[in-house]
């Protein structure tokens, strides 16, 4: 079976840092991507992670762990244009992307 | 081009109509995807097609119908659909193996 867990909502600052947290359990695991959600538009890929550890991409890092079953999202110098949904997603094999909950993500000033 | 286009943006169709989804990518992607995306909620697999052919069908039910003419390609195809369908229906391809997918804009449908 697929679980992939995040957080329902956030609420963070501009300016502010904020961590998002995605645990999962699927039945193959070939990596973890992020992807940001604008209401109404298509998801835009942010990040990957195979292997454990950080990555960083400018004021986002991913994280992960594979022995924990666990990635965070690093969102840095919050800015009002990142209020949107993040989703984590799961790449369980045979090029099948298992997305998880999502997590709605408001920056007020 | 990093584009993958969908049409119609947005659909109307009643419970008796026959219409169909497009998706067209340039990017030489040889896998294509199709997801559903109720209000608030993450995306959900629908299919998989792998180098035109079909390789996953999460259980989706026989009204809708995906059709991969060429790698360019996706179209699904709906037929005699029920009102909790409507939702976003989102395209999206990759290059295959674990890289990451780009997603169409999406088609709104509405079922009446």
């Known amino acids: 079976g697929q679980n992939i867990d995040q957080p329902t909502e956030m609420t963070a600052t501009e300016g502010a840092i904020v961590q998002i947290n995605c645990t999962y359990q699927?039945?193959?695991?070939?990596?973890l991507f992020w992807y940001q959600q604008h209401a109404g538009e298509a998801p835009t890929f942010l990040s990957y992670n195979v292997l454990d550890g950080l990555e960083e991409k400018g004021r986002f890092s991913s994280f992960l762990s594979r022995s924990k079953g666990y990635s965070y999202l690093l969102l840095k110098e919050l800015q009002m244009k990142d209020s949107a949904s993040y989703l984590c997603?799961?790449?369980?094999?045979?090029?099948?992307?298992?997305f998880g909950t999502g997590t709605r993500l408001l920056v007020s000033p | 081009d990093t584009e993958v286009t969908q049409t119609p943006k947005h659909l109307v169709m009643g419970m008796t109509n026959k219409k169909s989804l497009k998706c067209e990518q340039h990017m030489g992607h040889r896998a294509m995807y199709w997801y559903k995306q109720k209000a608030k909620k993450p995306p959900e697999l629908m299919f998989v097609?792998?180098?035109?052919?079909?390789?996953i069908n999460e259980s989706v039910p026989s009204r809708f119908s995906p059709e991969c003419p060429n790698s360019s390609l996706l179209n699904l195809h709906l037929h005699a659909l029920q009102p909790e369908d409507s939702a976003l229906y989102l395209c999206?391809?990759?290059?295959?193996?674990?890289?990451?997918?780009?997603f169409g804009q999406g088609t709104r449908l509405t079922v009446v």
């Open positions: 997603a799961s790449n369980t094999g045979f090029q099948k992307l298992v």
């Open positions: 097609y792998s180098y035109e052919k079909l390789s």
């Open positions: 999206a391809s990759s290059r295959g193996g674990s890289t990451e997918a780009f």
């Open positions: 699927t039945s193959g695991f070939n990596g």
